[in-house]
């Protein structure tokens, strides 16, 4: 029976401790999502409560979490480290599909974000490219298909929303070179193209 409980990865903790915040859909801890009793996550899950306690010890020392008591009963709260931590993750579970046509337009992807956030500028940077996004200046991505689920995923998680603009563009200067960079990748098929 024991080799069926589940263990629990650094992982399932962090992402434990934001289980309401997996869409994205409001800026973090607006309800106190960071923190959770240890009691509750007890309650939560099945799991080896031993190697629970020293994922939480080296998550604690590693900076990612604080535990603390508070009314008497112990609390698990994410650092900022451990919600940076928690961000990546989220961002890395998000999952593209590429559409079968492509519908001739261009998606520009335009953003100024501030040196205060510059970890958030890179991350994003890192994520277009991943997507397939091709930079056309150092702050402009290009894409051919809709991409604004995934953008405004990543702007609400790294609360960078007044920094992106997203534009659809009916055509771009450099279109042939875009389309045949984009062929090239096998983003777009040569059928989607007539």
Known sequence: MNSQKATLATRQILLYLVDGLVTATEPFDRHGMYR??????????EFDKKRFRDNLNRLQKEGFIKV??????NQVELTNKGK?????ILAEDFKYQYPKKWDKKWR???????????????????????LGCFPLQESVFVFPFDCKGVIDYIKNLYE???????VIAESVE????LIRRFVDLGILKKKMIK
């Open 174 to 177: 450099t279109e042939v070179d």
């Open 108 to 130: 520009l992807i335009i953003f100024d974000i501030p040196n205060t956030k510059r970890k958030a500028r890179d991350i994003l940077r890192f994520r277009l490219k991943t």
């Open 68 to 73: 603390f008591l508070k009314n008497n009963i």
């Open 84 to 88: 940076d931590k928690v961000k990546l």
């Open 36 to 45: 959770k009793t240890i009691e509750n996550y007890y309650d939560w899950r």
């Open 160 to 166: 960078i929303i007044p920094y992106v603009q997203y």
